[in-house]
């Protein structure tokens, strides 16, 4: 897998006068079934998150308020995806490197995990991930 797997998916938005709605149906909106959901959320001014991959994780990232970068690496193609609306979000296939920064003021992303947390299936380090599916 990588980068071209990675892509922006539209979600359901029911419209009302009002509020809004979008909603998200493990599998069906997103290709994965959710197994694990954690936000990120008072990211200081110039600070970035993420600076891993997984080797075998699914994710999928929302923008529920203000906007970000993600910044995609698969060791061949990068690619940048600007997130700014809770009404899409981004998939994010393993073996993907990722960065997260440019948070606005109240940003909060939401990040929604094909499997639980597991140290594992990480690289933390950019030199381990690029020797095991660089170029």
């Known amino acids: 897998m990588g980068v071209q797997e990675c892509r922006l998916i539209d979600l359901p938005k029911v419209q009302d006068p009002r509020g809004n709605l979008t909603f998200i ?20 001014g110039g600070a970035s998150r993420a600076g891993h991959a997984h080797k075998t994780l699914h ?9 970000f970068d993600v910044h995609l690496d698969d060791g061949r193609e990068k690619k940048t995806f600007h997130l700014s609306r809770s009404y899409y979000g981004l998939y994010i296939a393993p073996g993907v ?16 995990a094909s499997d639980i947390y597991r140290e594992e299936d990480y690289y933390r380090e950019y030199a381990d991930f690029i020797r095991d599916v660089g170029p």
């Open 25 to 44: 149906e493990s599998a069906r909106h997103i290709p994965f079934r959710i197994e694990r959901v954690y936000y990120l959320y008072d990211v200081p």
């Open 59 to 67: 994710q999928f990232l929302i923008a529920i308020s203000g906007s």
């Open 97 to 112: 490197w990722r960065e997260i920064d440019n948070f606005s003021s109240g940003a909060v992303c939401l990040a929604l």
